[in-house]
């Protein structure tokens, strides 16, 4: 039938087999009042998009279309929508719905909310499941589609929508700014994003990593000094220093933990955005009580932060290492692999979707 009655899709039949992507037609759910369709034009390739279609977060519904980070104009838009016009170029991110009624919403915290709909392998109401960014169009509620600023290229706007997102919220919570010192562990495809934002906030910016020939990047990104984590005692000179330390990496299941708390300053936090597919190593609790310091998580941002975050991004000019791959089976093949094994610096954007989708 094709546009606005199906969309087409490079889909994964099932997760033994995720690297075998096939386009298909796929019907979007039922058209509503604050609804925008956008015809997508790029879409960030996701660590999640891994984890999902290999496994290793669990079971997920088949076939699935995965890609949450879409830019894309919006070509239709519900007669309530007053936040987008036809012709906008406009990102979609990871969650693609919510109540927007509870009190989690209204305190600008909706993407806890406990009816929210990710941008993929989630229900609908009506049953109908998400599907994501590596297809010609999707579907989404306004309050989750964002204007993008003139600033920001359409393949560098395009991993902000997840991976941007998810360093920003927790660093804008914590108050990182001037005269704070930030650590990022991990200087990959979310650790590179949160060297940049902490930068751009004016803190005082360190990278961690187990990796000593990725120094030049980090310092490129905002550094001011590259801590490496292969040595045994490497944690002690840093004792009681870092207000805020920012997990990106997802090998979290093989860190001493005790380790990088110690580092942390009085009442410090160490907060998780990487999310391994194992669980955490055990220790003691005694770990947070030399310095007082926690632990956290969080999961992407508001629509609050995403604009700040957007907007900060126009005004500083910030600059994320993105390499694109043109979409297709074998493209999404090749840019889902180099996630897998940590060959991409430091994210992809699948382009070139009207040769992809011509009909549309």
């Known amino acids: 039938m094709g546009y606005p009655d199906t969309f087409e899709g490079f889909m994964v039949e099932s997760q033994e087999d995720w690297k075998n992507f096939q386009k ?39 076939p699935l279309c995965v890609g949450h980070e879409v830019i894309g104009k919006a070509v239709k838009v519900g007669p309530k929508v007053t936040t987008v016009k036809v012709g906008d170029r406009v990102g979609v991110g990871a969650q693609i719905q919510a109540c927007l009624e509870c009190n989690i919403c209204k305190s600008d915290n909706e993407n806890y909310c406990p009816h929210k709909v990710d941008t993929y392998g989630s229900p609908y109401s009506d049953g109908t499941i998400s599907q994501g960014g590596y297809s010609s169009h999707i579907r989404a509620h306004e309050y989750f589609t964002f204007k993008i600023p003139d600033a920001i290229p359409t393949h ?50 360190y990278a961690v990593s187990h990796s000593p020939d990725k120094e030049a990047t980090a310092r490129e990104l905002g550094a001011k000094e590259f801590i490496v984590t292969k040595d045994k005692d490497w944690h002690k000179p840093w004792a009681f220093t870092f207000n805020f330390m920012l997990n990106t990496a997802d090998a979290t299941d093989k860190f001493d933990i005790p380790a ?13 955005v990487g999310l391994p597919d194992n669980p955490l190593p055990s220790f003691k609790a005694q770990a947070f009580t030399p310095n007082g310091c926690k632990m956290g998580g ?44 940590n060959k991409v610096r430091y994210r992809y954007t699948l382009v070139d979707y009207d040769k992809a989708f011509p009909n549309r």
């Open 24 to 62: 298909k037609d796929f019907k979007p759910k039922p058209f509503e009042d604050r609804d925008i369709d956008v015809q997508i034009d790029a879409c960030g390739v996701c660590g999640s998009d891994v984890h999902t279609i290999d496994g290793g977060w669990g079971d997920a519904p088949m």
């Open 260 to 272: 990088y708390l110690s580092t942390l300053a009085v009442n410090g936090e160490f907060h998780h």
């Open 298 to 341: 969080s999961h992407i941002g508001s629509r609050t932060e995403m604009i700040k975050m957007l907007d900060l991004a126009a005004e500083k000019k910030v600059k994320p290492m993105i390499e694109t791959i043109s979409i297709s089976p074998e493209g999404c093949a090749e840019a889902v692999t180099g996630v897998k094994t």
């Open 156 to 205: 560098e706007a395009a991993p902000m929508m997840c991976a941007g997102i998810t360093t920003f919220s927790p660093m804008h919570r914590a108050g990182v700014g001037p005269g704070k010192k930030v650590a990022v562990v991990g200087v990959g495809g979310l650790g590179h994003y949160a060297l940049l934002w902490a930068s751009a906030m004016g803190a005082e910016v």
